[in-house]
């Protein structure tokens, strides 16, 4: 398996001296730790925990091109097209694996076409859903951690996180059900 050298491709998008810098590494080294956690747990493969690795650091990359003052971004593009940006960054870097979690990792295993519309979100309307084990695995991982700066550092609880989740919907809430129950049991 090729190995991706993915600080190379954070540090070329995203400035090592900027307070971007500091968020984005500290937020993807926490999703990545857990998600390899989970997968050390399902008993995954090398190739597959170095994939969830590579993917892991890279998944929000897209932040660089969104206006977000509070994690230092002053791209042009409303939050939510840090998946757009981070597929489109990723495709361009030769990884279309990869660039499928920067899309699909948003709520709970991505969104359906139906719920972007449903729900006006402002995204092309088609689905953008988690299909692999690794892609389900960065997704949940993902919700347990906040990019904001206050927050950063602290892992959310499961209370915290579940009542996150029924936010979202009847869907999400029962995919993350089965996902606590495959992947922390
Ligand atoms: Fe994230």
Partial sequence: MHKVDYF???????SPYSAAYNIYVVHVSLV???????????????????????AGMLHDIGIVHVKASEIFCNGEMPYIYHIIEGR?????????????????????GGMTREEIIRDKIPLPH???????????????????YSKNPRRIFVEKNIKQVRAKVK???KRQEKLFKEWYDLFEE
């Avoid at 190739?47 to 590579?54: G, H, M, N, S």
């Avoid at 088609?126 to 347990?144: G, V």
């Fill in 167 to 169: 936010g979202y919907g």
């Fill in 32 to 54: 990545t730790a857990k998600a390899i956690k989970i997968a050390r747990h399902l008993g995954l493969n090398a190739d597959q925990k170095r994939f969830i690795e590579e």
């Fill in 8 to 14: 190379k491709i954070i540090n070329k998008y995203i």
């Fill in 126 to 144: 088609r689905d953008m859903l988690c299909e692999t084990i690794e892609e389900k695995i960065i997704s949940y991982a993902d919700l347990f």
């Fill in 88 to 108: 489109k960054i990723l495709e361009a870097e030769g990884l279309p694996l990869h660039a499928r979690i920067a899309e699909n990792h948003i709520g709970v």
